[in-house]
């Protein structure tokens, strides 16, 4: 059992304790915030340890999770000043790149990054990883068990990291399921009808296409015959714009990521 210290108390935070504590973990979880009034309901719902001292919070680590927002994270790591002992951190700071979180607090500190969907609470997540190719793989090994206690992990190149953080998010999902159940409700569904039709299309359809063998494009056929509803329904979409709309979506999201790394 080792000693995991969340910096930030946040809603990735919050999301990564559901997780955690859904799968029964082993570890000692400790989080450490400025907002006590977060530090109150994170203990109240987790049973996590809870420690306003920021540099007392990073002695009790034996892995540090990096949870604040990018533009926080400078900020953070200096307030921490100098770390005397070997610890590896995990930073969760979409854009910021390994290069500046060593630049700015490097050894005896090893660095690594993380992206995890906050699906995690579910125990269904997904989170990316990245690693400096100088960590040593027990540490490598150790960050991915940590992530994968609450679902999926895939290792990523970090010059690729960005356009994984940019089209893997939740938020694309539920940003969907909305519209399309407003649609519907326009087209004459009340919303709960809506919604659960819209999940099904969605969520139903997706997981039929994770868990089988069937190719994405056998099942595009399968649900789409040529010149009935479903297939004039998309072609109407694409034809308003819908493709170049979600490409011009994850090139506003790269632009704001890689802002982050300057």
């Given at each position: 059992m080792s000693t995991i210290v969340f910096l930030g108390g946040g809603r990735i935070t919050s999301a990564m304790l559901a997780g955690l504590r859904l799968k029964k973990t082993k570890h000692c979880l400790v989080v450490h915030d400025r907002n006590l009034s977060k530090l109150r309901e994170l203990s109240k719902h987790y049973g996590?340890?809870?420690?306003?001292?920021?540099?007392?919070?990073?002695?009790?680590?034996?892995?540090?999770?990096?949870?604040?927002?990018?533009?926080?994270?400078?900020?953070?790591?200096?307030?921490?000043?100098?770390?005397?002992?070997?610890?590896?951190?995990?930073?969760?700071?979409?854009?910021?790149?390994?290069?500046?979180?060593?630049?700015?607090?490097?050894?005896?500190?090893?660095w690594a990054r993380?992206?995890?969907?906050?699906?995690?609470?579910?125990?269904?997540?997904?989170?990316?990883?990245t690693f400096p190719r100088t960590l040593p793989s027990r540490d490598r090994r150790r960050v991915v068990d940590l992530f994968a206690s609450f679902g999926q992990v895939i290792e990523i190149p970090e010059g690729k990291f960005d356009a994984f953080t940019v089209t893997y998010s939740c938020s694309h999902g539920y940003h969907a399921l909305d519209?399309?159940?407003?649609?519907?409700?326009?087209?004459?569904?009340?919303?709960?009808?809506?919604?659960?039709?819209?999940?099904?299309?969605?969520?139903?359809?997706?997981?039929?296409?994770?868990?089988?063998?069937?190719?994405?494009?056998?099942?595009?056929?399968?649900?789409?015959?040529?010149?009935?509803?479903?297939?004039?329904?998309?072609?109407?979409?694409?034809?308003?714009g819908y493709r170049k709309a979600i490409a011009k979506g994850l090139r506003a999201g790269l632009s704001r990521a890689r802002a982050n790394s300057r």
């Open positions: 996590v340890a809870v420690i306003p001292d920021l540099k007392n919070a990073v002695e009790q680590a034996e892995m540090l999770i990096v949870a604040v927002r990018p533009n926080s994270v400078a900020e953070l790591l200096h307030s921490m000043g100098k770390v005397a002992r070997p610890l590896l951190a995990v930073s969760l700071a979409a854009g910021v790149p390994l290069r500046i979180l060593t630049r700015t607090l490097s050894s005896p500190v090893r993380a992206m995890p969907s906050p699906v995690c609470r579910s125990g269904r997540g997904l989170t990316g990883v519209a399309l159940a407003k649609a519907g409700q326009t087209a004459g569904l009340d919303r709960r009808t809506a919604l659960v039709a819209s999940a099904h299309a969605l969520a139903d359809g997706i997981v039929a296409w994770r868990e089988g063998k069937g190719s994405l494009e056998s099942l595009l056929e399968e649900a789409a015959t040529p010149g009935g509803i479903a297939a004039t329904t998309m072609a109407a979409m694409d034809a308003a």
